[in-house]
């Protein structure tokens, strides 16, 4: 269960990161992205544990509501979906069609950038 939170949380990072506030941000990194402690990250700001465990739900809530209005994560889960689900096909019906592969290859790259 709380690997699932934290990839989740990390997965509404990358897409939201830049709607969040500077130390929002380097919070989110430090305590999903580099695993530090609440009394690492708390010794680098110089503040307290429950400030910085503070910040963290606080911003947490704040990447589920922009989830929750934008659905950014979930429409990219659901196009890579669907996108594997076009490749198993045609890998299995057109494996003669370069053309074809070469246009499903370019739109995984769109994802990617």
Do not use: C
């Amino acid at each position: 269960m709380a690997i699932d939170k934290t990839n989740r949380v990390n997965a509404l990072f990358e897409f939201y990161e830049s709607l969040l506030t500077k130390k929002q941000a380097e919070y989110m990194a430090m305590y999903y992205g580099d695993d530090f402690s609440l009394g690492e990250i708390a010794d680098n700001f110089d503040v307290s544990r429950q400030a910085v465990y503070d910040n963290i739900k606080r911003t947490e809530k704040i990447l589920e509501d922009y989830e929750d209005k934008l659905n950014l994560y979930h429409n990219f889960i659901q196009r890579n979906e669907k996108l594997d689900q076009i490749k198993q096909y045609t890998d299995s019906t057109y494996k003669e069609d370069q053309k074809l592969t070469d246009l499903i290859n370019q739109l995984e790259e769109l994802d990617e950038e």
